[in-house]
């Protein structure tokens, strides 16, 4: 059997695998300073809709979210219902005849 053979069947199996186990494995994000710590979190926020969820300590990882969005994000004012009429207004203007051109007829 070639190679592509074989790749395609191990891809095969391992998406039904992900398939399989998706539903067993979730990541939460815990809040570093959680009161009680894991076991209080668990408790509160997960074993009421997974009464068998389990975590294991060994996986747990430390790490810091930064929202790029929260802290650099500066929104810009949206146009006015006039300015954007305007602008509408602009380019069927601009795009008049333009259909005509590119079937080859004239557009009345």
Excluded: C
Aim: avoid cysteine; charged fraction near 30%.
């Amino acid at each position: 059997m070639d190679q592509s053979k074989l790749n395609w069947i191990a891809n095969f199996i391992w998406g039904i695998a992900d398939d399989v186990l998706r539903d067993l494995y979730d990541t939460e994000q815990v809040p570093l300073l959680e009161d009680g710590g894991m076991e209080a979190f668990l408790k509160r926020e997960v074993l009421p809709h997974a009464a068998d969820a389990w975590y294991d300590p060994e996986s747990i990882e430390t790490g810091y979210e930064v929202s790029f969005t929260r802290y650099f994000y500066k929104p810009q004012p949206l146009r006015t219902l006039e300015e954007i009429r305007a602008g509408i207004l602009a380019l069927e203007k601009e795009t008049e005849g333009l259909l005509g051109e590119i079937i080859g007829g004239t557009m009345r």
